[in-house]
């Protein structure tokens, strides 16, 4: 019988594809379809747009991946743990998308044209659920391999 063990490194990675999809969809929702200059301030709120996606990015990276090592593992900690340190990941990442928007708003930017807003976006919501992901699922070590 074998130890069922979980790859941080294939979660990380699974964490990206979601969270960049997701990234999409709620840029579509929000920011629309049609190619256009997006102000980082009023009226269109790019930059302020980094803190609910930063909070949900946060949120689910932390959250689904150490659920499904829990369930992979048989006897991971407990639900309440878990659930904890995804809220705290969330303020944590709400915390990180409003530096974003302050860092920004701050700087002054000029509009960015629409596509490469949306390019931002979907990158930076892999790369944050990549991050989380990765920080969240250490807390199974040593069940966790990093392959």
């Not at 593992?73 to 407990?78: D, E, M, Y």
């Amino acid at each position: 019988m074998t130890t069922p063990t979980v790859s941080i490194r294939r979660e990380a990675g699974i964490s990206v594809v979601i969270n960049g999809l997701l990234s999409l969809a709620f840029f579509l929702g929000v920011f629309g379809t049609v190619s256009r200059p997006l102000g980082w301030m009023a009226p269109d709120n790019l930059a302020i747009d980094f803190v609910p996606q930063s909070i949900a990015v946060a949120l689910m990276s932390a959250l689904v991946p150490a659920l499904i090592a829990r369930k992979r593992l048989g006897n991971g900690p407990a639900l309440r743990p878990i659930l904890i340190r995804a809220a705290l990941f969330a303020l944590a990442g709400g915390g990180l998308g409003g530096l974003l928007a302050l860092s920004i708003g701050a700087a002054g930017l000029s509009a960015i044209g629409w596509g490469a807003a949306l390019a931002i976006k979907i990158a930076y919501g892999g790369v944050l659920g990549a991050l989380v992901a990765t920080l969240a699922l250490r807390r199974f070590v040593p069940a966790v391999r990093t392959a």
